[in-house]
């Protein structure tokens, strides 16, 4: 993509090629956001100069915060004149959000203090009891990016206790380096200080071993029970070894061959290696709320009234109620006269469906219409097909054969050089104290050290750099996957195209007064139908207000809006039943007299065409696997420049597994956002989406597009690219430094002080490598 045709998105930094209808956005989400922030006096929240995420299009969609109500009772029942609540949060990015979070809290009626935890993804927040508002609250940050959720059952961050570690390592390190210091520096190791100092290196070295250490032995042996060889293994191997030779050093009073401070040193920068690693994945995982496998409780009717019942309770003939924007989670008959239902997350129909009663409504449908709909349960949740998709398998651990081989060879050749040096010099005159020297010195000098440090860097500086186009990494084995992918596998419905449907016609807003836009946004603000949705994120993000006064927004199933205020009646709906004369449109409609006559498509993504044909230009095949009509499918993949060979359609969620599974296993990327992907994530070697705040395919996935364009795409493979390129470089000098490290130990020429001062050195040396390879002003993300 050339440069010049793009700029970045002045809320957000996402770069983007600016059209015509928006020329400083990414998309529409970012641009209510920034008119938003500027409206509120929030202008602040640009000075904290940091990158931000894409809004997300549920900026301009209600949701249902009804949960908060029952969490504030419960806090305010418990407490004195004060109360707390801790509830996971998403959409954090920078100190700018949590500048807004606790700006936003701190405007509520009786609220005290907004506590926000980045690391762990969590906001706690404490108020006088009585006029707070959680709920209002939530909604109010909903429509600057943020969702509050219920605490989820995850655990503290890994790196947590990770960075716990690296901080008593890092001490026990540098203490270890003070006590050996003398002995480099001429103290006689007959000297009783000596003695002394040794031992406190012996006690330093054990602690950073026993501390810092078993965190690569758990790993490396959970590794070798898999039948793998983890990196940890031999960085495990190393460990133990200097330490076991050191103690024989110290007992045979031997300071030639004690690495104690080389044991404390190594464990820091191991760790610190991983800590890098682990915390960039750990914060994009922080980023979304807790992963949902179920609807959790539904409405039932019973005996003496309506209760709350979990979906495991379910049994068939149970009569249930249905929220306004309810998942179905067993398939059921229709209760109601009539209702409107959306499938796209299911079956990917991007038009809701109609259902009379008595009609038969499949699992995973969502409630379109305002009031509560009652059906019927037909099957238990257990034999549900939304339960099944749903479901989260067990972490797989690929399997990555070229660094299996890798470590291998690496560890033969290691330890029949170190076993052929000791015999050699026990043997040949040098004695079996010089051959112990010479052994441990090969086994220690040779520890990754330079890998351990430079690849978790090189992890971080590369998902730091797709950061900037609006793709965040979750998984850091993706890496080593993408090398082997040759296909890429598109959703249809919210995945090439946008969640929600365009305005065909546009300037028929424009041609609206003020009046009618603001009477037009008091119509749709709280309806779910598609085309309300679209007409909502084209009025938001041009500062429209909603008209106040009247009665109630009324919903007619299958027909429409109506609103009714001192100018007369006002209908958005079907032509023929809003009184509109433009057949086959949504009419706008105020007393008769139509104002304005809507068209609406399904719109693809900006920039997917270039993206998609970016992507074949690298030699990758593209395919859409669709649950939408064959017809329709064929039509999106033409204008895409996608072969009709490559786009299939009327898939199943069990069909598209088979087909990945048959087709495409071992080397897939399948790009996906509803529940019907989820069969298909399991059968890909990689997996992503566009979707965040579905609590489901976002944590399935190795990466996540949280932005309405596709571009992050070819710059993860341009990175995996050149991620690629300087693994290699690291490796070589690896090899280097290691070949000419056992050769001097192989001549009895390494001792402790050199191996202290070549080890991080060396770590140095790695991190340049990495630091240069990603620096090249020839290279770009595209």
Not at 19 to 27: A, G, H, I, L, V
Not at 86 to 115: H, K, N, Y
Not at 725 to 751: E, K
Request: include cysteine; glycine fraction near 10%; charged fraction near 20%.
């Amino acid at each position: 993509m050339n440069a010049a045709a793009t700029t970045a998105c002045i809320h957000c930094g996402t770069p983007f090629r600016p059209t015509p209808q928006r020329k400083e956005f990414c998309c529409a989400g970012c641009q209510f956001v920034n008119h938003l922030l500027h409206k509120r006096g929030f202008g602040e929240f640009y000075n904290y100069g940091e990158r931000k995420s894409p809004a997300g299009t549920f900026v301009f969609h209600e949701r249902d915060f009804s949960w908060l109500d029952d969490l504030q009772a419960r806090a305010e029942s418990d407490a004195g004149t004060t109360a707390f609540a801790t509830m996971d949060i998403q959409g954090i990015s920078c100190a700018g959000c949590v500048w807004l979070l606790e700006t936003v809290f701190l405007e509520q009626p009786g609220a005290i203090s907004c506590r926000v935890n980045s690391s762990s993804g969590t906001l706690r927040l404490e108020w006088s009891r009585g006029p707070c508002n959680l709920s209002a609250y939530a909604e109010d940050v909903r429509k600057f990016g943020y969702l509050l959720g219920p605490m989820g059952s995850a655990q503290a961050p890994s790196t947590r206790p990770l960075a716990r570690k690296l901080g008593i390592c890092g001490a026990l390190a540098l203490n270890a380096m003070l006590f050996s210091l003398p002995r480099y520096l001429g103290l006689h190791p007959g000297d009783e200080l000596s003695h002394l100092f040794d031992v406190v290196a012996l006690g330093l070295a054990t602690a950073s071993l026993l501390l810092g250490g078993s965190y690569f032995f758990r790993r490396a042996i959970a590794g070798v029970k898999a039948r793998m060889l983890p990196i940890d293994l031999p960085i495990s191997l190393g460990l133990i070894v200097a330490y076991l030779g050191s103690c024989v050093a110290w007992a045979s009073r031997a300071p030639s061959f004690a690495y104690f401070d080389f044991i404390a040193i190594f464990t820091f920068l191991m760790l610190l290696g991983r800590w890098t690693q682990e915390r960039a994945l750990e914060g994009n995982r922080r980023r979304l709320l807790a992963m949902k496998t179920s609807p959790g409780t539904v409405r039932r009717v019973q005996a003496g009234g309506v209760g709350e019942v979990a979906v495991g309770e379910l049994h068939p003939g149970d009569r249930l109620l249905l929220a306004k924007g309810g998942i179905l989670p067993v398939r059921s008959l229709l209760r109601a006269e009539r209702a409107l239902f959306a499938l796209n997350w299911i079956t990917g129909e991007p038009a809701p469906r109609e259902f009379l009663r008595g009609s038969l409504v499949p699992s995973g449908a969502r409630s379109l219409v305002a009031d509560e709909l009652e059906v019927e349960a037909l099957e238990r949740w257990s034999d549900s097909k939304l339960e099944a998709l749903l479901k989260v398998e067990s972490g797989k651990m690929w399997r990555n054969a070229s660094m299996q081989k890798l470590i291998t060879i690496y560890l033969s050749v290691v330890l029949g050089t170190a076993v052929i040096g000791f015999f050699f010099w026990g043997l040949l005159g040098g004695g079996w104290i010089r051959a112990t020297q010479v052994l441990v010195s090969v086994l220690v000098v040779s520890c990754p050290c330079a890998i351990g440090v430079a690849l978790p860097l090189l992890d971080d500086v590369a998902a730091a750099r797709l950061q900037k186009s609006g793709l965040y990494i979750r998984e850091g084995s993706l890496w080593a996957r993408l090398r082997h992918v040759t296909n890429i596998l598109f959703d249809k419905t919210g995945t090439i195209t946008l969640e929600t449907l365009a305005l065909k016609n546009p300037e028929s807003l424009g041609n609206l007064s003020p009046k009618d836009r603001a009477v037009l946004l008091r119509l749709v603000r709280s309806s779910l139908h598609p085309v309300a949705a679209c007409l909502r994120e084209s009025l938001l993000p041009i500062g429209v207000e909603p008209a106040e006064g009247g009665g109630d927004v009324r919903e007619v199933t299958g027909y429409g809006l109506e609103w009714r205020d001192a100018e007369g009646l006002w209908r958005l709906g079907r032509n023929s039943w809003a009184g509109g004369g433009s057949p086959g449109q949504t009419a706008f409609v105020h007393e008769g007299r139509e104002l304005a006559a809507f068209s609406f498509h399904e719109a693809i993504r900006p920039g997917a065409a270039e993206e998609l044909a970016a992507l074949r230009e690298g030699g990758r095949e593209i395919f859409i696997l669709s649950g939408d009509d064959p017809v329709r499918v064929g039509h999106l993949a033409s204008s895409l420049g996608i072969g009709a060979g490559h786009a299939f359609g009327g898939l199943s969620p069990e069909d598209k597994s088979r087909l990945v599974k048959a087709r495409w296993s071992g080397n897939a990327l399948m790009i996906g956002d509803g529940a019907n992907d989820s069969l298909a994530f399991d059968e890909a070697l990689c997996r992503g989406t566009p979707s965040v705040d579905t609590g489901l395919l976002e944590h399935k996935a190795d990466f996540y597009m949280p932005g309405s364009g596709l571009r992050g795409l070819a710059a993860l493979f341009s990175t995996s690219c050149r991620h690629h390129q300087v693994t290699r470089a690291v490796f070589f000098f690896a090899i280097t430094y290691n070949a000419v490290a056992v050769t001097a130990s192989l001549a009895g020429l390494m001792n402790p002080l050199v191996a202290a001062i070549i080890m991080p050195l060396s770590s140095l040396v790695s991190i340049g490598i990495v630091l240069f390879g990603f620096q090249n002003p020839n290279d770009s993300t595209r």
